[in-house]
C-alpha cells in the first residue's frame, strides 16, 4: 500500500474515532440528568449532615429512617392508605373499563371516537379548580376525608389509562377467534371468558398497572378531598419538603419511585407494539 493510501486510510480512521468524543459527552449529560437527581435523593435519604457549601454530606446514618417509620412517623399508615386506595382504584377502574372497552372495541358505535375522547376530559383541565368544587360536592354529601371520597377522586384519573388501553387490548385481539368458539358451542360469555379475556389479559395488566401507580403518585385529589383526616404517601411527602425537612422527604420520595420503577418495566415487558397500535382504532 502506498503511503497517500496509508495516509488516506489513517485520517478516515481518525475521523471515525473523533465521532465517539460528541457522542460520549451527550450520552454522560442523558446520564447526569436522569441519574443526577436519583443519587441526590439517595444521598438525602442517608444524610444526617449535609449544608452548603459541602458537595457530600457530612455524616451518615439512618436516624431518619427510624423516625419515619416510628409511630409518631405517620409512614406506616399513609403508607397503607396509599396502597389500599390505588388498590380499590384499580378494582373500581378495571370492573368500569373491561366492559366498556370490550363494548368500544367490539360495537360499531357512530359515537366511539366521541366515547374515548370523553375520558380524556379530566385531563384537559387544571386539576386544582376542578379538585376544589369536587372537594366542595363531597364536603355536603359527607365523603370529604374519607377512604371512599379519595377513591372516587382517584377513578375519574384512572378511567383515562384503563379504558383507552382496555380498549386497544380487546381491539387487538382476533374476532375470528370468538367466532371459532362460538361456532363449536361456546357461549358468548364462555367465549369471552375462555379467549378474549385470557388474549387481553397483558394490556388488562398494564392497564392496571398505570392506574395503581397514578393513583399512588396523586397528590391534589388526595390533598383537597382527604387531608387532614386520610393520611397518604404524597401528602407526607408535601409536608415534609415545605417544611425543610429534606430526609424526610427523601425517604418517602424513595418510597413513592421504587414501585414505580418496578411497575413499568413490568408494564414493558406486556404491553407490546400491536396493542399500542390499536389505541384510538
Given at each position: 500500500?502506498?503511503?497517500a493510501?496509508?495516509?488516506?486510510?489513517?485520517?478516515?480512521?481518525?475521523?471515525?474515532?473523533?465521532?465517539?468524543?460528541p457522542?460520549?459527552?451527550?450520552?454522560g449529560?442523558?446520564?447526569f440528568?436522569?441519574?443526577g437527581?436519583?443519587?441526590?435523593?439517595v444521598?438525602?435519604?442517608?444524610?444526617?449532615?449535609?449544608y452548603?457549601?459541602?458537595?457530600?454530606?457530612l455524616?451518615?446514618?439512618?436516624?431518619?429512617w427510624?423516625r419515619?417509620?416510628?409511630?409518631?412517623?405517620?409512614?406506616?399508615e399513609?403508607?397503607?392508605?396509599?396502597v389500599?386506595?390505588?388498590?380499590?382504584?384499580?378494582?373500581?377502574?378495571?370492573?368500569?373499563?373491561?366492559?366498556s372497552?370490550?363494548?368500544?372495541?367490539?360495537?360499531?358505535?357512530?359515537?366511539?371516537?366521541?366515547?374515548?375522547?370523553?375520558?380524556?376530559i379530566?385531563?384537559a383541565?387544571?386539576?386544582?379548580?376542578?379538585?376544589?368544587?369536587?372537594?366542595?360536592?363531597?364536603?355536603q354529601i359527607?365523603?370529604?376525608?374519607?377512604?371512599?371520597?379519595?377513591?372516587?377522586?382517584?377513578?375519574?384519573?384512572g378511567?383515562?389509562?384503563?379504558?383507552?388501553?382496555?380498549?386497544?387490548?380487546?381491539?387487538a385481539?382476533?374476532?375470528?377467534?370468538?367466532?371459532?368458539?362460538?361456532?363449536?358451542?361456546?357461549?358468548?360469555?364462555?367465549?369471552?371468558?375462555?379467549?378474549?379475556?385470557?388474549?387481553?389479559?397483558?394490556?388488562?395488566?398494564?392497564?392496571?398497572?398505570?392506574?395503581?401507580?397514578e393513583?399512588?403518585d396523586?397528590?391534589?385529589?388526595?390533598?383537597?378531598?382527604g387531608?387532614?383526616?386520610?393520611?397518604?404517601?404524597?401528602?407526607?411527602?408535601?409536608?415534609?419538603?415545605a417544611?425543610?425537612?429534606y430526609?424526610?422527604?427523601?425517604?418517602t420520595?424513595?418510597?413513592?419511585?421504587?414501585?414505580?420503577?418496578?411497575?413499568?418495566?413490568?408494564?414493558?415487558?406486556?404491553?407490546?407494539?400491536?396493542?399500542l397500535?390499536?389505541?384510538?382504532?
Amino acid at each position: 500500500m502506498s503511503a497517500a493510501a496509508e495516509t488516506s486510510a489513517g485520517m478516515r480512521q481518525s475521523s471515525f474515532d473523533l465521532w465517539w468524543v460528541p457522542r460520549a459527552i451527550a450520552l454522560g449529560l442523558l446520564a447526569f440528568v436522569i441519574f443526577g437527581p436519583l443519587t441526590n435523593l439517595v444521598l438525602w435519604t442517608v444524610a444526617e449532615k449535609w449544608y452548603f457549601p459541602h458537595a457530600l454530606p457530612l455524616e451518615y446514618g439512618l436516624d431518619y429512617w427510624g423516625r419515619v417509620f416510628s409511630s409518631r412517623g405517620n409512614a406506616m399508615e399513609s403508607l397503607g392508605n396509599s396502597v389500599f386506595v390505588a388498590s380499590m382504584t384499580v378494582i373500581v377502574s378495571l370492573a368500569l373499563a373491561v366492559p366498556s372497552g370490550y363494548a368500544l372495541a367490539r360495537l360499531k358505535l357512530p359515537v366511539r371516537g366521541l366515547i374515548l375522547l370523553a375520558f380524556l376530559i379530566p385531563q384537559a383541565f387544571p386539576n386544582l379548580p376542578v379538585y376544589v368544587n369536587i372537594a366542595r360536592l363531597f364536603y355536603q354529601i359527607g365523603l370529604n376525608g374519607t377512604i371512599a371520597g379519595v377513591v372516587l377522586v382517584h377513578v375519574t384519573h384512572g378511567l383515562v389509562y384503563a379504558v383507552w388501553i382496555a380498549t386497544a387490548a380487546f381491539s387487538a385481539v382476533d374476532t375470528e377467534l370468538e367466532q371459532a368458539a362460538r361456532s363449536v358451542g361456546a357461549g358468548a360469555m364462555r367465549a369471552f371468558r375462555d379467549i378474549t379475556l385470557p388474549l387481553a389479559a397483558p394490556g388488562l395488566l398494564a392497564s392496571a398497572i398505570f392506574v395503581f401507580l397514578e393513583s399512588l403518585d396523586e397528590f391534589t385529589g388526595s390533598y383537597f378531598v382527604g387531608a387532614p383526616d386520610v393520611n397518604m404517601l404524597p401528602l407526607l411527602l408535601y409536608t415534609a419538603g415545605a417544611g425543610g425537612n429534606y430526609q424526610v422527604a427523601s425517604i418517602t420520595a424513595l418510597l413513592l419511585l421504587i414501585p414505580s420503577i418496578g411497575f413499568m418495566l413490568v408494564v414493558e415487558r406486556f404491553l407490546k407494539s400491536d396493542v399500542l397500535s390499536k389505541v384510538g382504532h
